[in-house]
Every structure is written in structure tokens, then in C-alpha cells.
């Protein structure tokens, strides 16, 4: 809407302009031949050719200012239609999420914490029928009694846990509707002290292994639901790294390429594959950088309109000027985040 906006005032400047020009050219003849006659001064007379050319410049000049004020009416008139527009569309997307959320059943993985627990809430007051799950048992329990939802320790790297998790599908939850895979894990590393192979291993494991195996598992329950959706949580840095973060930055990449081609699999089904990319986000995983960081309910809130909307991808806040940058230059983008 802004973009069209602008596009007009760069419009309506150019025809005020051209306006100017025309009436400043007519009266320039007008006063020249005035003072002429008047003072008899010894200037060129004009001839009629050049009358005739004054008298269509005033009438260029006032068709042109009944041009340009229909044009700043009209605008003024799409304006007022976008704004009351985009008002009605908020209203349709909050009773969109009201209607679409009812009695759905959607799984949230990490959900004990951050974005994965302001979701969980938003979505149960929204009346889905929510299964969380999350490796610490006992802050899953507090959660899952706070906010009326279903819970399950799951170690989503386990396959044990996610057998288990599967049957609670089967069972307790009776099918799915959406799948959000959330969980996540974030390490600083820098490879000339060494990498523990342990925490590679951990990090590829939850952030890209996980939510590819667990959606393999999940896949015949969603293809059984009337809309289904896959929600993948990846990161800014998937676009463009942070020295600070390598496993992780690689990770997500490897998350967001999936997800991709996730969807080019499933065009022929009913399954909707979104892909969420959040920017910093105030949560314990990013202690010590939260600087101009979103909160976990602003991106729940996004979240959830891009699912009413059935979105592909979902580009959160400062991630949408990242994408702008990488779109005109990947290298200028990669040396803005390798300075973060």
C-alpha cells in the first residue's frame, strides 16, 4: 500500500510541476505583452502566431489544473478506501483466527519457553486443541496446567520420544491439524578454539534433523486433516550468518532450503508448508543480545495471521529490510550480519 502511495505523491508531484510550468509560461506572455502596450515599449510585437500559442498555453494550463486536482481527489478517495480496507481486513483476520483455530488440533514443539509457549497460549485462547512438548517435564506440567493444553516430555532428537509423541497423536489427540516445529537450539562456537563435536552434533540435530524426521512421522495424520499446515521456525541468519553462531546460522540454512523443497513435495496435496523467519526475539536463548529484539507474542501474533492467510513464507519484522538488502546485494548483507 505504501509503495502504491508513494508512487502517487512522485505522480502528483510531476503534474504540479508540469502545472506550474504551463501557467508560469502563460502569464510570463501575458505580462510581456501587457507591459508592451501599456509603457509602448520598444519590444519585439508579438505575432499572432505567438498570441495563439499564449492563449493554448492558459487553456493547457487550466486543463491541466483540472486535471491535476481529479488526480489528487481521486487519490485522496483510494487512500481513504485502502485505510478503511486494511481496517476491515485486521477485523476479518481477528475473527479469522477466532473461527480458523477452533477445535484444531495443532502440535508445538519447545513450547515450555519463548516463541513456542507464546504461541501455545495465543492458540488455546483462540480454541485449538493444543499438544506442547518440550524436554524439561517439570516447567511443561506449570505450562500446560497455566494455560489448559495438552502436554508430553518429548526429546524431539529421540526417537523413542518421538515414537511416543506419535501415539499421543494417534490417541489422545485423535489427529492433527497444524504441526509447528519450534524447537531450537543456539550455541556460540568459534572453530580456531575448536569445536566440540558433541554440540555440532546437538545443534544439526535439533534444528534441522528433528523437524525432518518428526514432519515424516506427522505427514500421513496431516494429509487425514481439511487444512493442514507445517509451520518451520528458521532464522534471519539462514539468509545471511554471524560469525558467532556458524552451527546454527548452517543449520537453519539447512532448514529453510528443506522447508523449500517441502513444499514443491506437497503442491499436490491440501498441506500448506510455512516458513517463519523471525528476527531476534527476546527469549533466554538470545540473553545478552536483545537489543531492538521483538517479543515472543509479537511473532506469535504474525504467526497465526499467516496461517489464517495460508502464507508460504512469513519474513518477521528487520528480517524484511534483510531481505531487501540480499535481493539487491548478498554481499553487503553478509557484511551487515558478520558484524553482528
Known amino acids: 500500500m505504501w509503495r502504491r502511495f508513494l508512487g502517487f505523491c512522485l505522480v502528483m508531484l510531476a503534474m504540479v510541476g508540469v502545472d506550474f510550468l504551463l501557467g508560469a509560461t502563460a502569464e510570463y506572455l501575458n505580462a ?24 493554448a498555453l492558459g487553456a493547457a494550463a487550466l486543463a491541466w489544473g483540472w486535471l491535476l486536482w481529479s488526480a489528487v481527489a481521486l487519490t485522496v478517495t483510494w487512500l481513504i478506501a485502502q485505510l478503511l480496507g486494511a ?3 485486521r477485523g476479518d483476520e481477528r475473527k479469522g483466527k477466532m473461527t ?28 485449538a486443541d493444543v499438544l506442547i512438548c518440550g524436554r524439561d517435564a517439570t516447567r511443561l ?21 518421538r515414537a511416543r509423541l506419535e501415539h499421543s497423536i494417534r490417541g489422545e489427540l485423535g489427529g492433527l491439524d497444524i504441526l509447528i516445529n519450534n524447537a531450537g537450539v543456539q550455541l556460540e562456537q568459534d572453530v580456531v578454539d575448536g569445536l566440540e563435536s558433541v554440540e555440532v552434533a546437538k545443534e544439526v540435530a535439533v534444528n534441522l534433523v528433528a523437524p525432518i524426521q518428526l514432519t515424516s512421522l ?34 537453519k540454512a539447512g532448514l529453510s532450503t528443506w522447508t523449500h523443497a517441502l513444499r514443491l513435495q506437497l503442491a499436490h496435496t491440501p498441506v500448506n508448508v510455512l516458513e517463519v523467519v523471525p528476527p531476534v526475539v527476546a527469549t533466554e536463548m538470545t540473553l545478552g543480545r536483545q537489543t531492538g529484539a521483538l517479543t515472543p507474542d509479537e511473532v506469535a501474533r504474525a504467526v497465526m495471521a499467516a ?21 539487491l546485494s548478498p554481499r553487503l548483507a553478509r557484511r551487515v550480519m558478520a558484524r553482528r
Request: proline residues 5%.
Open 32 to 55: 510581456y505583452e501587457v507591459l508592451r502596450r501599456t509603457f509602448d515599449l520598444p519590444l519585439p510585437r508579438c505575432s499572432e502566431r505567438f498570441v495563439v500559442g499564449q492563449d
Open 87 to 89: 481496517m476491515a481486513q
Open 100 to 127: 480458523m483455530f477452533e477445535r484444531r488440533k495443532i502440535l508445538i514443539t519447545g513450547a515450555s519457553r519463548g516463541i513456542g509457549l507464546a504461541m501455545a497460549e495465543q492458540l488455546s485462547l483462540s480454541g
Open 141 to 161: 506440567q506449570g505450562v500446560a496446567e497455566r494455560l489448559g493444553v495438552r502436554a508430553i516430555r518429548c526429546d524431539v532428537t529421540d526417537e523413542g520420544d
Open 218 to 251: 506427522m505427514l500421513p495424520h496431516l494429509l487425514a486433516s481439511a487444512a493442514p499446515q507445517i509451520v518451520n521456525i528458521t532464522s534471519g541468519l539462514a539468509i545471511a550468518p554471524s560469525p558467532r553462531s556458524p552451527v546454527y546460522a548452517a543449520s
Open 307 to 327: 496461517l489464517v492467510r495460508r502464507d508460504s513464507r512469513l519474513a518477521i519484522g528487520k528480517i524484511r529490510v534483510l531481505d531487501l538488502i540480499y535481493r
